[in-house]
């Protein structure tokens, strides 16, 4: 193998940089943040959390309806790309679908620590069982196991199946260094590939076949979190655009994501031959053209709550306005990545790469206002303070994103980057392009 996919194979093989320890210190540290986090958490309870009257959610449902957005949007994107067969996947699709993969099993992490005894999580599974109690399916958090479970089988799916062929890659040159424990490794997950037509034939149709059925995964997980907003009683949670709000404001945060993913990756592994600026010129370009999406979202949000719902549900909506984080979250997820329509911006590291975090946040933010600053005080004379996350939320959220940075970090040091196979493909026909020239 020589050319692009040979450096992408030797990024996965040779050791790691001085950047690359640095950031594995730096995600170790903010994994043993999470294990205090969790730690107090069992030992002390879900009261430790800054939750009260009538702020009965807080952090809890607001980095979970964060992480499964983030997840949607980086799945769905990589999902078109395979099924478009566009060009644009041989560069982004494979940490795309990482990147997904890391956000649901961050995600994964609240609803089995909101149970309150996160020991007993399989009293969600429908066994068999002598007391003949079953789960209540009529319960937000048997909701949440199914939706997870679903999520993460047909996301790790989705990336594994088309990381096969890159296995083998791998397993043949770690052999032919003599590296045969990893050889073996890489052949375990290789599954006995051996490039035949065959082998072609199916892998292509399972892959098309697996990103199909993305599609419908991410409509029903985003109506899973949409649901448990539904049968609430709090004014503003029970309306049927939720779905379609959350998938095109959390466009903004996965693209945003893969964007700045680009940058790092393109800068950490020597990969600019790969992820070359044509490629990171038509991700800015998205990821200003989902903003787009993201202010109309926000403008139907605000045109239906000022203008058609009920008293009670535009209370809440001002009450949000009232408060920073909606203004925050239009002014980050949607404004400044119109700033992607400028050549000069593009062009660079910096501005994509701060774009792209910022329209991270600008997702946390919007699911902030919903979820805190829609919930307005008790009409009854009692004491009502504001919702203030405690340290052990704080210390659980950047837990989670540890173990998001923490999962990426495995992936791009013991796994190609980028699709080797796709490259491969691309560099060949460019040479049989220059051969008939």
């Known amino acids: 193998m020589s050319g692009a996919a040979g450096l992408a194979a030797e990024a996965a093989l040779r050791p790691s940089a001085r950047g690359g320890r640095l950031g594995f210190a730096a995600a170790g540290a903010g994994l043993l943040v999470l294990a205090v986090a969790v730690g107090v958490l069992l030992w002390r309870g879900v009261g430790v959390w800054g939750n009260n009257h009538p702020h009965a959610w807080g952090f809890d449902l607001v980095a979970y309806a964060w992480w499964i957005g983030v997840a949607n949007a980086a799945s769905l994107f990589a999902a078109v790309l395979v099924l478009r067969r566009h060009g644009l996947r041989t560069a982004v699709n494979r940490f795309a679908e990482a990147a997904a993969l890391a956000a649901v099993l961050a995600a994964a992490l609240y609803p089995i620590l909101h149970l309150g005894r996160p020991w007993l999580f399989w009293w969600t599974l429908p066994y068999p069982a002598v007391t003949g109690l079953w789960p209540q399916f009529g319960s937000a958090l048997v909701w949440d196991f199914w939706g997870i479970s679903a999520h993460v089988l047909v996301t790790s799916l989705f990336w594994y199946v088309g990381l096969i062929p890159d296995l083998a890659t791998l397993r043949d040159r770690a052999r032919a260094r003599g590296r045969r424990g990893l050889a073996r490794l890489y052949g375990l997950g290789a599954l006995g590939w051996r490039g035949s037509v065959a082998h072609w034939h199916r892998h292509q149709a399972a892959y098309r076949m697996v990103a199909a059925l993305v599609l419908p995964l991410l409509l029903s997980a985003q109506t899973v979190v949409a649901l448990e907003f539904a049968v609430t009683v709090v004014a503003g949670w029970h309306q049927a655009r939720l779905p379609l709000h959350f998938a095109a404001t959390g466009l903004p945060s996965g693209l945003g994501l893969v964007l700045a993913l680009a940058v790092l990756l393109r800068r950490g592994l020597a990969l600019e031959a790969l992820v070359d600026r044509a490629d990171m010129d038509l991700l800015a370009r998205l990821l200003a053209a989902a903003g787009l999406g993201a202010l109309g979202a926000w403008a139907h949000e605000a045109a239906t709550a000022l203008l058609q719902e009920d008293a009670a549900t535009r209370a809440a909506f001002v009450a949000r306005l009232h408060a920073p984080a909606w203004w925050g979250a239009v002014l980050l997820g949607g404004l400044l990545p119109q700033a992607m329509w400028a050549a000069r911006l593009r062009r660079g590291d910096a501005a994509p790469l701060l774009l792209g975090v910022a329209c991270a946040l600008g997702a946390l933010l ?72």
């Open 366 to 437: 919007d699911r902030w206002s919903l979820v805190v600053d829609g919930v307005v005080p008790p009409r009854l004379p009692l004491h009502a303070p504001a919702y203030v996350p405690s340290a052990a939320e704080w210390a659980l959220l950047a837990g989670s994103a540890a173990l998001f940075t923490a999962a990426l970090l495995v992936f791009a040091r013991f796994l190609p980057a980028v699709s080797l196979f796709e490259t491969r493909h691309e560099e060949s026909a460019a040479e049989a392009a220059e051969e008939e020239r």
